[in-house]
């Protein structure tokens, strides 16, 4: 099916920022829920930020709450490409970066539980130094 790539990851310091991508092919996303989710080592897959089809309103989006403020999702259906701008980075932040697509069609909000999501990049690793 699609095929995600996730780039823009890498290692910087406390208070930078990075912006992700993920690049897709071979199905066009615009009316689906995209996802970044994000896993540390030895930590389970946690939820990130979600964004929804962009229908009238434009999309929802959701973060969690230890990213809101300073994450901002983002996408370019024209490019098929979601984005995640991190600003003030934290060495917490430090994890592989995934980003996916919702199972669901024109989703109206972003849906937090990884289970829901059935299409997933290879991930970009976030490294966070003191």
């Known amino acids: 099916q699609v095929q995600l790539v996730e780039s823009g990851g890498g290692l910087v310091q406390a208070g930078d920022s990075l912006r992700l991508s993920c690049a897709a092919s071979?199905?066009?996303?615009?009316?689906?829920?995209m996802g970044w989710f994000r896993q540390a080592p030895g930590k389970e897959r946690e939820f990130v930020a979600g964004?929804?089809?962009?229908?009238?309103?434009?999309?929802?989006?959701t973060y969690a709450d230890s990213v809101k403020g300073r994450f901002t999702i983002s996408r370019d259906n024209a490019k098929n490409t979601v984005y995640l701008q991190m600003n003030s980075l934290k060495p917490e932040d430090t994890a592989v970066y995934y980003c996916?697509?919702?199972?669901?069609?024109?989703?109206?909000?972003?849906?937090?539980?990884?289970?829901?999501?059935?299409?997933w990049g290879q991930g970009t690793q976030v490294t966070v130094s003191s």
């Open positions: 996916a697509v919702d199972k669901a069609l024109l989703r109206k909000v972003p849906v937090t539980t990884n289970s829901e999501y059935i299409d």
């Open positions: 071979g199905r066009t996303l615009s009316q689906y829920v």
């Open positions: 964004i929804s089809w962009s229908g009238w309103s434009g999309g929802h989006t």
